[in-house]
């Protein structure tokens, strides 16, 4: 059998990746108050089209899900229309891209929001860390209030809609974050999910949320195909901390094997230096990793069946056109920490492209 590396081709869903290489979703936080992405998006994304795939960065499903410092969201008009011209750009290059819905629910600050809603979460359990807000600098992250049982087919609603404008800006799928101590992550880890109805307590139970979500996005986006998802098991990112995280993934992902969603894509963090092998074999679809990848062990990684798809992050910022640059065997351009969340083009749009 012919050895499969980055470059080889591949399918996700109902159509062929140029490659086996994937964007990975980063927050940049260049939008435009109001949750709407600038024009500088349409040029970053453009210069990344090389990739097999591109998944966004969070955008929010609606204005509760917000909490980063100029971050987009995508529930109105302005918000999918600008989208549309990023989609478009990505498209006219042949490149393919998923929108990546990232709802904080305790992790954000008031001030960052264009909504006064309250922070929402499984339980009303504070965060300790702080984040960024340009109006008052560093910040104490917010005190979340729990959803009322009722109130949680509301959240789900939510993500319906927001796949419905995806799919109406142009993206060729959507990705329900459910890593990094978000609102789904929230659900699942026992630190953060102390309900006592059916959306807490045993695993199946903490699963609901992502599940039912899901099936949501998947009705909505008029196939599972079109519906990725990303976990980081035993991440312990936002203060984040389940008791059994090995029962708690394996439990979800036996879950949603037979949904025919379009992937799993799965970070892998210190805890849990094994997961892709423990997860691999109990997903039926594309398996995407990421995490901490370089050329070498993106390549070993494939040809050992390990994944199906490379998720690189921070390369992507620094080296639009990388899969051109895996290519040429060209030197790659070292990621800039200092430029990853600051406005506006430098160190957005200004690297160079091959
Ligand atoms: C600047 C930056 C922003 C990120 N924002 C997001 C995000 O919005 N959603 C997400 O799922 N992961 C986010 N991540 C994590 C990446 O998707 C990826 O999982 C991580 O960087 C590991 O891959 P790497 O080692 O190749 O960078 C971000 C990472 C970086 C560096």
């Known amino acids: 059998m012919a050895e499969i590396n980055l470059l080889s081709p591949g399918r996700i869903g109902d159509f062929d990746t140029k490659n086996r290489i994937v964007m990975a979703p980063m927050t940049r936080s260049r939008a435009l108050p109001q949750g709407v992405p600038s024009d500088l998006a349409i040029e970053y994304y453009g210069q990344r089209a090389s990739a097999g795939l591109i998944i966004t960065e969070g955008i929010a499903p609606s204005a509760g899900g917000l909490g980063y410092a100029r971050t987009p969201a995508i529930e109105n008009a302005a918000q999918v229309a600008a989208w549309k011209k990023i989609t478009d750009a990505v498209h006219a290059k042949g490149g393919r891209m998923f929108a990546q819905f990232m709802h904080v629910g305790r992790v954000g600050h008031a001030s960052n929001r264009y909504t006064d809603e309250a922070l929402v979460a499984p339980s009303a359990v504070r965060a300790a860390g702080q984040m960024w807000t340009d109006a008052l600098g560093m910040q104490d992250l917010g005190m979340p209030r729990a959803l009322e049982t009722h109130e949680i087919p509301l959240v789900t609603e939510q993500y319906t809609t927001a796949t419905r404008n995806a799919i109406a800006a142009g993206f060729d799928g959507v990705e329900l974050h459910s890593a990094s101590g978000y609102l789904p992550m929230q659900f699942l880890s026992s630190n953060t999910n102390q309900r006592t109805d059916h959306y807490g307590g045993p695993v199946q139970n903490r699963i609901r949320f992502v599940v039912e979500v899901l099936e949501a996005m998947s009705q909505a986006a008029g196939s599972p195909s079109k519906v990725g998802i990303k976990i980081s098991p035993a991440m312990p990112f936002n203060d984040i901390d389940d008791a059994n995280p090995l029962e708690t993934y394996t439990t979800l992902v036996k879950a949603i094997s037979p949904m025919g969603l379009a ?44 994944a199906d ?46």
């Open 263 to 306: 992937y799993l894509h799965v970070l892998r963090s210190a805890p849990l230096p094994d997961i892709f092998a423990i997860l691999r074999p109990l997903f039926k679809g594309p398996f995407a990793a990421g995490g901490g990848f370089t050329r070498e062990s993106g390549d070993a990684t494939l040809n050992s069946g390990e």
């Open 309 to 354: 798809f490379i998720v690189f992050g921070k390369l992507f910022t620094s080296n639009p056109d990388l899969p051109v640059r895996f290519a040429q065997s060209a030197a790659l351009v070292a990621p800039d920490p200092n430029t990853f969340y600051s406005p506006g083009a430098k160190g957005y749009t200004d690297f160079a492209v091959l």
